[in-house]
């Protein structure tokens, strides 16, 4: 019997088995494809950096632009105050130059006259590229034009040179107002250089503006696209172990992003796998050495009431005592099997459920008025604080929970005393509260107060143990719904409290 039982898990679960260490050498041997997480970041850092650099880059190129205009624009306004000055200057001279030749009647200060007015022709030219203005044009004209009547006047000056000195000035009076007028356009056309490179700065601030902005909004929407898709992936990671470590092996484990946390998701998925086939196992191990033991426990019950019943003889005191004691041990042996077997059926059909729209506080009252004769034998009142709530769940398996966390409060709850139920809900979720007033859970008991066959330090008084499921039963049929149970803290008793996803989020 022993052999025949020990081999059948074993050749049930040699195909899973391999089929999982396969998966794991296929995992092993895949080649990574995509961007890793540390390419990923260098990336963003990079394009961070790009876009910062290229800002400051900018501004770098625009501010020695703006200042190699600046330097040729004081060159320019240097060189324009220094031509307008020489043709000041030639004015002069040649003023000079013919009153002299006027005067003394000499040709070298005529000739003198000459050389002034061909250097005066010299610096026009050369204020021509400056001054390209049409007005300044019409005043280089006008100069020319005074300048040619006055050497008119020198080439021809007749006897009475008296009379041609007095044609004389009002010539040179009009050239020396032309030269303030082209000083005056000088001027204007430095005002209008500054007036230009100014608006160029302007123009730069706001260009270099714009683009520190736009480096710093890139790099934040960098940083926060980058966040999202590294965050995403964690957060599923996260979510698969916490799965895994509830022993919730039915959803695949799914992780996008990076290349090296989607290798993390295949692995926690080879994990799932392998997780799933050793629970199959344990659960096919449990049930099937539960059923064998069934038999011969029955047997060994059924022979210590023979003996009790005298059938084989009479017995000593002493030997009744034996049969005595082989028979409660026997019994409660037999219990605890039973329960093995009640756990694992209930832990392995919790995980199908059939929803559909259930009324919660009618299934609480049908749950209190079955486990009536239990709590008022002991003279409790269950007071139930419930409001109107529909939620998408197994009406059936909730009603089972709801049992439980009765019967183990009233098995706890000191005659007399009270049981809370509490029904309530909020935008998210569906909160069931239940509260008795025994003697609680201990702190060293609190993080197992849900395991299978685990039964706390602080027992009722003359109670019976009981098999240490009812709990985990609840457990189990709670996460399935996606919910989560625990134990709160309370001034007296045990507070417990059950919650399961809104009917509206289901």
């Not at 100069?143 to 000056?157: E, K, M």
């Not at 005298?310 to 028979?327: C, F, K, S, Y």
């Not at 041990?329 to 729209?357: C, K, V």
Request: aromatic fraction near 4%.
């Amino acid at each position: 019997m022993s052999a025949h039982f020990l081999s059948a898990p074993a050749h049930s679960s040699s195909e899973p088995t391999s089929s999982t260490d396969s998966a794991w050498q296929r995992l092993r041997s895949e080649g990574l494809r995509g961007l890793s997480f540390r390419q990923g970041l260098l990336a963003v850092f990079l394009l961070i950096a790009i876009a910062l650099g290229g800002a400051a880059a900018q501004a770098m190129l625009a501010l020695e632009h703006l200042a190699l205009q600046g330097r040729e624009a004081s060159q320019d306004a240097a060189t324009l105050t220094s031509q307008v000055q020489r043709l000041a200057e030639r004015t002069v001279a040649m003023e000079r130059s013919a009153r002299q030749f006027l005067v003394l009647d000499d040709g070298a200060l005529r000739e003198r006259f000459q050389a002034a007015w061909a250097e005066a022709r010299d610096t026009q030219a050369e204020l021509t590229h400056t001054l390209t203005e049409p007005a300044a044009r019409q005043l280089f004209a006008d100069w020319g034009a005074q300048a040619d009547a006055a050497w008119r006047i020198l080439q021809n000056p007749g006897r009475a040179r008296q009379a041609a000195l007095q044609r004389l000035n009002p010539l040179f009076a009009r050239m020396h107002g032309l030269n303030q007028a082209l000083t005056q356009q000088g001027q204007q056309a430095m005002d209008r250089r500054s007036d230009a490179v100014l608006a160029e700065l302007e123009q730069q601030r706001r260009l270099i503006s714009a683009l520190v902005v736009g480096a710093i909004v890139l790099a934040v929407l960098l940083g926060l696209g980058f966040g999202r898709w590294l965050l995403r992936p964690l957060a599923d990671v996260e979510t698969a172990i916490g799965r895994l470590g509830d022993n919730r092996f039915d959803q695949p484990v799914d992780v996008r992003g990076p290349v090296d946390l989607r290798r993390l998701g295949r692995q926690l998925e080879w994990l799932r796998q392998r997780l799933a086939t050793l629970e199959s196992d344990k659960t096919r191990f449990v049930r099937h050495i539960s059923h064998e033991l069934k038999t011969p426990m029955a047997s060994i019950r059924e022979g210590a009431a023979l003996l009790r019943d005298g059938v084989a003889g009479p017995l000593t005191a002493d030997q009744v005592e034996i049969v005595r004691i082989l028979g409660d041990n026997s019994a409660a042996l037999q219990r605890q099997i039973e329960g093995l077997l009640s756990y694992q059926s209930l832990a392995s059909d919790a995980q199908q459920l059939r929803r559909r729209p259930t009324a919660l506080k009618p299934l609480l009252e049908r749950v209190v008025d079955d486990q009536r004769l239990l709590w008022q034998a002991k003279g409790l009142k269950v007071q139930l604080e419930a409001v109107d709530v529909t939620a998408a769940v197994d009406g059936d398996k909730l009603g089972v929970v709801l049992a439980n966390l009765l019967v183990n409060a009233v098995r706890f709850s000191p005659p007399g005393g009270n049981v809370i139920l509490r029904l309530s809900e909020d935008a998210a979720s569906v909160a069931i509260d239940c509260l008795d007033e025994g003697s609680g859970v201990a702190v060293e008991d609190v993080e197992r107060i849900f395991d299978p066959f685990y039964q706390g330090r602080l027992q009722p008084p003359g109670a019976r143990r009981g098999s240490g499921i009812g709990l985990s039963i609840v457990r189990e049929i709670v996460q399935a719904h996606g919910g989560s149970c625990c134990l709160l803290p309370s001034e007296r008793g045990a507070h417990f409290r059950l919650e399961i996803p809104h009917a509206k989020t289901a």
